[in-house]
């Protein structure tokens, strides 16, 4: 992995050499940009720093399994974790009172329920009876959302760079006369880790839209390279078959070759 990471970034045309990589090592490839495309929500969330949330800050408690909160006319106190709204409102207020309309995200803490919404207009129940304190229950919705953002996080990354890949394989597709398509999605997935790296630097340093449309232009140089050299080859063999006849019978370089139906074969034994 560390050889095609090199040759991606320091000489994509060398990229060639590894179209015959097997289909679970691509598919671990396109996880591990994924994975290096998510190290932003990574950082964000070690780094951000969530208010102390326990009895004392929140003037609740727990009582035969139902969080008790002390009178509060202020419906709009809040707290949050990872940037979610979070409300604790006595048994005398009501969820529907609490102003949540401009929020896309929120939680609000009730008896033994917990309402939440996320990115719809309706609020949802869960039932919260289980926690021993307002501590524990603050915990276990922070591992919660964690866990649920690096998880959603991690396969919007699969779509995007599944989306960056398959667009990028759309002016390689003159070549599938000469090589099979499976082989133009391998060498294109690693000639995409140059665009992986740059939108994580992006992401951390959060760059305009000038900036981003430069480092994805330098991003996209190996593919461009990478293109460059199989129409270099398509034209050198075409030109060999011409001249000489079929390549096989006329001891044609193999570096001049861009589909060789034994390669695959003989990168499994």
């Known amino acids: 992995m560390y050889n095609i990471i090199r040759e991606s970034i320091l000489n994509p045309k060398g990229l060639i050499k590894f179209h015959s990589k097997k289909g679970w090592f691509v598919f671990l490839y396109i996880l591990f940009l994924a994975v290096l495309l998510s190290i932003s929500m990574f950082v964000f969330l070690l780094a951000y720093d969530n208010p102390t949330v326990n009895d004392q800050t929140t003037s609740c408690q727990v009582v035969d399994n139902s969080f008790i909160c002390a009178e509060n006319d202020n419906l709009n106190t809040q707290f949050e974790v990872y940037g979610v709204p979070m409300f604790f409102l006595t048994d005398s ?13 929120a939680i609000i803490v009730q008896g033994d329920q917990a309402f939440y919404r996320f990115g719809t207009s309706t609020m949802t129940a869960l039932d919260i009876s289980g926690y021993e304190s307002v501590a524990d229950f603050y915990s276990g919705i ?11 996080t991690l396969f919007q990354n699969i779509a995007i760079i599944l989306f960056i890949i398959l667009v990028s394989t759309i002016p390689f597709l003159r070549f599938r006369k000469q090589i099979r398509y499976k082989k133009i999605f391998k060498m294109v997935t690693f000639a995409s880790t140059p665009i992986a790296i740059l939108l ?12 981003f449309f430069i480092l994805m232009f330098l991003g996209y140089r190996s593919i461009f390279s990478l293109q460059k050299e199989l129409y270099v080859r ?6 060999r078959e011409n001249q000489k006849g079929h390549f096989k019978d006329n001891s044609i370089d193999s570096d001049d070759v861009i ?3 034994d390669d695959e074969e003989k990168d499994e034994e």
Request: avoid cysteine; glycine fraction near 2%.
């Open 93 to 105: 207020q009501d969820v529907r009172d609490v102003n949540v309309e401009e929020l896309d995200v």
């Open 142 to 152: 922070k591992t919660t959302i964690a866990i649920s953002m690096i998880v959603f």
């Open 200 to 211: 994580l630097i992006n992401n951390m340093l959060n760059f305009g839209t000038l900036i």
């Open 234 to 239: 398509s034209m050198v063999k075409k030109q």
């Open 259 to 261: 589909d060789q139906e």
